[in-house]
């Protein structure tokens, strides 16, 4: 029997050496700006910029690639790959200087052939593109007038276009390396960014390394040349708590969405800085379902949006680290109306009054019934909106209206809005363009299933179609204005808070911000000074 | 004794094959569309989604399906809808992992369970008895996200002794092999005790007593190590068990694996990854459990006999 005591003494001791209980290793900092760890709250599918729909994975290849153009902090257009641009009268023509010298990480030359062929790919249906595809809009083709000018075609006027540009979802990636690559080029991007890509392992890591040869920065960053970072290691930490002690343990210098409740305990601690922002685009909203009773009653539809208290969510379920939405866009996202914002203040007798004229009575368990239905309610709740469902069914329950919550993965939730099986489903949508609109509220789209409200109104789409695509601003501005009132008169949605994006940083990394559409800028970041 | 392996080898395949049929059937009771969960919330064109519901053979009939995905399985090119990479080679990427996380694991369990299992025993109903009595309860009903986090704030934050996350090294792997051992210590001190007391109730640890031997010779060298074959078992069969438990314990550290692999495609709808994962977990299970009956084998005479 000794024997075996004795193994497993020897063993635990082996094991325990071989560890070295007690020695952190020291933060390896060879170059001046050092190498930093990003925590993400996902792991990205694929960097494949115009195969994948993912935010995540355009925070990881916004470091990879280079849009044509930028957008600064204030949402302007500054030259990127292209030194300057035209746009014709009619909107259906976008002519672009490319800037000269630029190339790959593989070596080979950016220039106008480049660009040909990867909107061309984009636009290609074997890309199965899930996001840039939409960016694109209504691409006809491209034509290579000299090596350095490229004119960009389209059917129809796409005046958005240029925001889609400015995404690295439309990021310039080596034709030499899709060739080489083909399916796995998702694994093995290459681009003409800031930073190399080096190694992807699995649920663990993705590794990117200092491009040095880059010297083509948009003119309105920090410095010029290369990147400071000698390097930058992105980790994926899917639960909340991992990421703070991540952050906490210095396992992650930097990590993204912190959850609201972990914002009070960062913000007291010096260790740390926070830049707090909130998303543009669709706000985090509840879609309500026309297609299926009772939320095909606009009276229903308005009752909800009176007797949502916006202000106690955000202070109690948000933590206050939000401020109440009102409409389908969120405040700073481009053509929002504010005419929204006094449309449904919280008022419960209003609530009251709008459910009595649309016929609902309160029944003797104080639960508001017509013709002998009951206004009951389906909501399937993912674990994302989980934390502040609950509060709107008890807000809910006081103008009568029973909320039952379903729990479920979003995949089954999204199929049970499409089937019409349930009546609510709560969304955001960052999106720099209000085009996010059409995706969500255009008929068309109601059979891919991103339309979920299912409305289907001639006016609503007409809308939607001139602010899309009209090339003259003021009638670009009255329709998506028109658009957000319909919206809300219809009350098609329920609009919570914007949606709340967090970033945590440790005190000793600096120069990093959040660009125009809140993604992280790490071309200007270093530990120290 | 090839004869008895070569048998057993062949057993395994119709085994393998309901297991097959019954994971491709269970997709289907899962709800939700994995194209549409995917592209709806991106804006991606109905062509678009069809053309990629059409290349994954959804719009095929189950057989077709089912023969396409094992064809698939046998030349490694399941390749998962979300990330477009193949599933066997991710697979293998993340066993050792989970398998390394896994043997720790028991090994530390077992390390701390055996013996305290066999003390109790040697005194039944004495203090030490119901200090281990409480101690694996204890261990037992402790929520493992709850010590993980803990285990986390005082090694990682406060003493800055070990990583809080992410895995590759062996120091990354004592803080989940703690959490994951707590939950079975508890299992294997009280099998060790259980069967350690009936062993000292048989009739040859009465002879031995009789013959005079000491009672430490008595513990140790008869009862203890029959009591551990039994413990040896239960060991084996928890393999599986571990797997489910580990997926929690991957999550909260961040650790690659294969727990998380399954669980994160099953949210996700990815069912080439669901399917294919199931089934290699299946082929290993059956494995495990291949060689465990073969050591038996190899050992005692007596059940290569009886089967």
């Not at chain 2, 990330?83 to 996380?101: A, N």
């Not at chain 2, 599986?240 to 727990?259: D, K, N, T």
């Not at chain 2, 996700?268 to 399917?275: G, L």
Request: net charge negative; proline share 6%.
């Amino acid at each position: 029997m000794s024997r075996y005591i004795g193994s497993i003494l020897v063993l635990v001791l082996m094991v325990t050496s071989a560890i070295g209980l007690g020695s952190r290793t020291a933060l390896a900092q060879d170059g001046a700006g050092g190498e930093i760890t990003v925590g993400l709250d996902f792991e990205p599918d694929n960097l494949d910029p115009h195969v994948t729909p993912y935010a995540v994975s355009h925070t990881v290849m916004m470091n990879i690639f280079d849009p044509l153009i930028w957008r600064d902090k204030e949402g302007a257009f500054q030259p990127g790959l292209a030194e300057s641009w035209e746009v014709s009268e009619d909107g259906t023509e976008f002519t672009f200087q490319l800037r000269d010298g630029v190339t790959f990480h593989d070596g080979t030359p950016f220039d106008a052939e480049a660009v040909k062929f990867n909107l061309d790919r984009i636009a290609d249906p074997a890309t199965q593109s899930g996001f840039a595809s939409t960016l694109l809009g209504p691409y006809d083709h491209t034509e290579v007038v000299d090596p350095l000018t490229v004119k960009v075609v389209f059917s129809s006027p796409a005046p958005g276009f240029l925001d889609g540009a400015s995404q690295a979802f439309m990021g310039m990636v080596s034709p030499a390396a899709v060739e080489k690559f083909g399916a796995d080029f998702g694994r093995n991007p290459v681009g003409t960014g800031f930073m190399k890509f080096v190694e992807w392992a699995p649920q663990d890591h993705i590794t990117l390394a200092r491009n040095d040869d880059y010297n083509w920065g948009a003119p309105f960053f920090g410095h010029t040349g290369p990147a400071l970072l000698d390097g930058i290691t992105f980790r994926f930490y899917g639960e909340g708590a991992t990421r703070l002690a991540a952050l906490q343990a210095g396992d992650a210098d930097i990590v993204d969405n912190v959850l609201n409740s972990d914002l009070i305990v960062l913000e007291s601690d010096p260790a740390f800085k926070v830049l707090p922002a909130n998303a543009i685009g669709l706000p985090i909203a509840i879609l309500l379902n026309t297609n299926a009773a009772p939320t095909n009653d606009v009276a229903v539809r308005q009752a909800l949006n009176f007797a949502l208290d916006r202000q106690q969510m955000v202070d109690i379920a948000f933590f206050g680290a939000s401020r109440p939405a009102n409409g389908p866009l969120a405040p700073g996202t481009p053509y929002y109306s504010s005419e929204v914002e006094s449309m449904y203040p919280f008022d419960l007798a209003r609530a009251a009054a709008v459910l009595d004229e649309g016929g609902w009575t309160l029944n003797e368990n104080g639960i508001r019934e017509k013709d002998g239905q009951q206004l009951v309610l389906e909501w399937s709740v993912t674990p994302w909106d989980a934390p502040w469902a609950e509060l709107a069914q008890a807000q809910f329950g006081q103008i009568g209206a029973v909320i039952q919550i379903n729990q479920m993965a979003d995949a089954a939730a999204l199929e049970a809005m499409i089937a019409d099986e349930i009546n609510l489903y709560s969304t955001a949508w960052a999106s720099s363009d209000p085009v996010v609109l059409s995706t969500v509220f255009h008929s068309s789209n109601i059979d891919g299933g991103s339309a979920l409200t299912k409305y289907a109104d001639p006016e609503l789409d007409a809308l939607l179609e001139t602010g899309e695509s009209s090339i003259d601003e003021a009638a670009r501005t009255e329709a998506y204005a028109g658009a957000q009132k319909l919206i809300m008169d219809q009350a098609l949605i329920v609009p919570v808070a914007l949606w709340p994006q967090n970033v945590a940083i440790a005190a000793d990394v600096n120069g990093v911000e959040r660009d125009f559409r809140n993604y992280l800028w790490l071309y200007d970041a270093a530990v120290g000074e | 004794m090839a004869r008895y392996l070569a048998v057993r080898l062949a057993m395994l395949i119709p085994v393998l094959f309901l297991v097959s049929v019954i994971v491709s059937l269970l997709i289907y009771l899962i709800p939700g569309d994995p194209v549409r969960a995917m592209f709806a919330r991106s804006g991606a064109t109905p062509e678009t989604i069809e053309s990629i519901r059409h290349e994954l053979g959804l719009d095929q009939p189950w057989p077709v399906q089912y023969a396409k995905f094992m064809q698939g399985m046998l030349t490694g090119e399941v390749r998962s809808i979300r990330t477009r990479t193949p599933v066997i080679e991710d697979f293998m990427k993340l066993l050792p992992s989970t398998v390394q996380l896994a043997v720790a694991s028991v090994g530390l369990a077992a390390a701390i369970g055996i013996p305290l299992g066999a003390l109790a025993a040697a005194r039944p109903r004495s203090a030490l008895d119901f200090f281990v009595s409480g101690f694996s309860s204890l261990t037992l009903s402790i929520p493992n996200f709850w010590l993980a986090l803990v285990l986390m704030y005082v090694f990682s934050q406060q003493l800055a002794w070990l990583p809080a996350t992410g895995g590759g090294s062996l120091r990354h792997l004592v803080l989940p092999a703690i959490v994951l051992a707590a939950e079975q210590i508890a299992l294997i001190t009280n099998t060790v005790r259980a069967h350690m007391l009936e062993v000292l109730r048989e009739d040859y640890v009465r002879t031995a007593r009789a013959k005079g031997l000491a009672e430490r010779g008595v513990l140790w060298s008869h009862a203890f190590r029959n009591a551990l074959i039994p413990t040896i078992t239960i060991l084996g069969l928890n393999f599986g068990y571990l797997l489910s438990s580990a997926v929690v314990i991957e999550a909260v550290f961040a650790r690659p694996g294969i727990g998380r692999m399954i669980v994160d495609s099953i949210l996700a709808k990815d069912f080439p990854v669901v399917q294919a994962s199931v089934l290699l977990v299946a082929v290993l299970y059956l494995g495990i459990n291949m060689l465990t009956d073969a050591c038996y084998a190899a050992i005692d005479p007596r059940m290569r006999a009886s089967r």
